[in-house]
């Protein structure tokens, strides 16, 4: 079974428990990253920085991020070498880019989609398959631009 790490920001962390509590009882192994309490403000990016951190090294298989938006962790989350990370609040674009583009982690709000139930769109992101094929050949051309892209080095401007 996947080992998946979770963290999420204040606005997150309910939902984030509900997460744990389903995905456990599922029987996949979770790595908790933070935080426990939703009581103070907490910065998104450190938790996102530990739950990429842990995809980008592989001692996670898969990352859920949870903020207000989801955008905030998506955009730190995809700052680290190997990661994928997509905002996705339905299944359907949860299996959609989990196929075709290999998402790694899966980024959600806690604020937005307050009412709505997003325990199906995680298990649709843990229980689909990546394609492989040619979406492979596009995945390894982004790899090539994340190893090679140099463009930002030594310049606020774009070379």
């Known amino acids: 079974?996947?080992?998946?790490?979770?963290?999420?920001?204040?606005?997150?962390?309910?939902y984030k428990a509900q997460a744990i509590q389903r995905l456990t009882s599922l029987g996949y192994q979770i790595v908790d990253?933070?935080?426990?309490?939703s009581q103070t403000s907490s910065d998104y990016p450190d938790f996102a920085?530990?739950?990429a951190a842990a995809v980008s090294n592989k001692t996670a298989d898969r990352g859920v991020l949870i903020c207000g938006s989801g955008v905030g962790m998506c955009i730190t989350a995809?700052?680290?070498?190997?990661?994928?990370?997509?905002?996705?609040?339905?299944?359907?674009?949860?299996?959609?880019t989990r196929r075709h583009n290999g998402i790694n982690v899966l980024c959600?709000?806690?604020?937005?989609?307050?009412?709505?139930d997003l325990l199906p769109v995680v298990e649709a992101?843990?229980?689909?398959?990546?394609?492989?094929?040619r979406h492979q050949v596009r995945l390894d051309k982004i790899t090539q631009i994340e190893k090679s892209c140099d463009c930002w080095a030594g310049s606020d401007e774009l070379h």
Request: hydrophobic share 35%.
């Open 33 to 37: 990253y933070g935080p426990s309490s």
């Open 125 to 133: 992101f843990l229980q689909t398959d990546f394609e492989g094929g």
């Open 108 to 116: 959600l709000s806690g604020t937005v989609w307050k009412e709505k």
């Open 49 to 51: 920085r530990e739950v």
């Open 78 to 96: 995809n700052k680290f070498p190997g990661v994928r990370a997509a905002v996705c609040d339905i299944v359907e674009c949860a299996q959609l």
């Open 1 to 14: 079974m996947l080992k998946v790490a979770l963290g999420s920001d204040h606005h997150g962390v309910e």
